[in-house]
């Protein structure tokens, strides 16, 4: 293989959105569902922006 191709999953920038999605306790004691995004490393290049 010839050149660098830039990675598919983040298109060559080396981040991606990640989001995680949890549950917590609300001040009632009750669960509730929570998402909590961030923007971080890309997994499958892992930052580097080549796949």
Known sequence: MSGDQ??????????TEHTEHT???DKD???VPATRS???ACGACHGSGQG
Do not use: K, M, R
């Open 23 to 25: 549950v917590e306790i």
């Open 38 to 40: 961030w923007t971080g």
């Open 29 to 31: 004691g009750n669960q």
């Open 6 to 15: 830039p990675c598919g999953a983040c298109g060559g920038s080396g981040l």
